[in-house]
């Protein structure tokens, strides 16, 4: 009985030493590594643009139902419909109704052209059906729904037209049908506009108006000095304001400066800034004008820019960099960076072992370095190379867990 037991604590014990074992080796790293992964740096400064564009407000001063035509953020040509005016509001919903129907004849339509399944190329199907997904995914993790419901209806297009290739979507042209007649009873049942609201510029259309609209001298650039700036206010619009154009011709960045700073600009060069904005990361500018304060030790810096869309047409402010220069190059942690034999270099892991690889540095930071990337075959530093950050008694040929 003694005998059992024993035996019982032996095989106890030995399976608790083999499990803290299995986990001391799962929790203990002796080194830790991150790849090298190529990166471009930007050596410049922060401003806060002012953002100073070519507003014209659409205003209406009918009493009747707006029905907008022209979609919020989207471009409009001169003299184009904005929105048509409808005496009720059930009118502008049948327009909406009928917006909707249209979008979804058209589609099936487009899905039974595709009704030849011999014809069908399942593979460039498949590569477009890869292709929607990917956008779809890339675009909402991103932050960007602007194109969210397009984006969708392009990747349930593409679905079902593999099913009609393959021959297993069926009742499409009952549905087509069906979406037709209705069609035809909501147009028969709308009634007339009112009238129509035009664009009186060509730009893009903006529902959302802020009051800057008109406080910002856009054509006496010179009175934009860092004063105005700090005191400039939103300014009382008319109750008739129903949005606004923004001209997508040539458009203006405020930002002040320090006076010494200023001074390594001139007017007509071109610059980048790289931008917190979504859909313009990056924009290429021009230097129209420096305005120097005599009272102070600042300055404004406006750049003109060329580039328009619907986010940079609703933006008033925006945090940026102004970029004196870039660096590109592979990226790995401050902490990787290490000296032998008086030479800067990292260790880098190849299967089981590790190796010193010299490295010359290009840029850093507090938190990184960036290496020059080696087009040619060697001993360099390579993407995606694992890259020790961190251990300890490190040396060349070193043989690793």
Known sequence: ????????????????????????????????????????????????????????????????????????????????????????????????????????????????????????????????????????????????????????????????????????????????????????????????????????????????????????????????????????????KEKNVIGKIVSDYEWYIAAVLPLNDSLKYKEGQELKLVTSIKSSPNLLVTVKQINISEENENAVIIFACNDMNSELATIRTAGMTVVNKEYSGLRVSKKALRVVDSQKGVYVQTGMQIHFVPVEIIYRQDDYILCEKKNENGNFLKLYDKVVVKGKNLYDGKIVG
């Open 1 to 236: 009985m003694n005998g059992a037991k024993i035996l019982k604590i032996s095989i106890g014990v030995i399976v608790a030493i083999f499990i803290i074992n299995q986990l001391i080796s799962s929790l203990y790293m002796p080194i830790r590594t991150e790849n090298a992964v190529f990166y471009t740096a930007n050596d410049g400064f922060k401003i806060t643009g002012h953002i100073i564009r070519n507003e014209t407000y659409v205003t209406s001063n009918d009493d009747g139902v707006l029905h907008f035509v022209t979609e919020d953020g989207s471009r409009v040509a001169k003299n184009g419909v904005v929105a048509n005016i409808y005496g009720s509001a059930d009118a502008s919903i049948t327009v909406s109704q009928i917006d909707v129907l249209k979008d979804q004849i058209a589609d099936i339509e487009d899905i039974l052209s595709y009704n030849d399944i011999e014809a069908a190329d399942l593979g460039l199907i498949n590569s477009k059906i890869s292709n929607s997904l990917g956008d779809f995914i890339f675009q909402n993790s991103g932050g960007n729904f602007e194109n969210a419901e397009t984006l969708s209806k392009a990747l349930l297009s593409a679905n079902n037209r593999k099913q009609v290739a393959l021959g297993v979507a069926t009742g499409l042209s009952e549905r087509l049908a069906s979406l037709k007649k209705a069609l035809q009873g909501l147009t028969s049942t709308l009634p007339k506009t009112k009238g129509s609201i035009l664009a009186k510029e060509s730009g893009y259309f903006v529902s959302k108006t802020d009051g800057y609209e008109k406080a910002f001298p856009i054509d006496d650039l010179n009175k934009i000095t860092e004063e105005f700036l700090s005191s400039v206010k939103p300014q009382e």
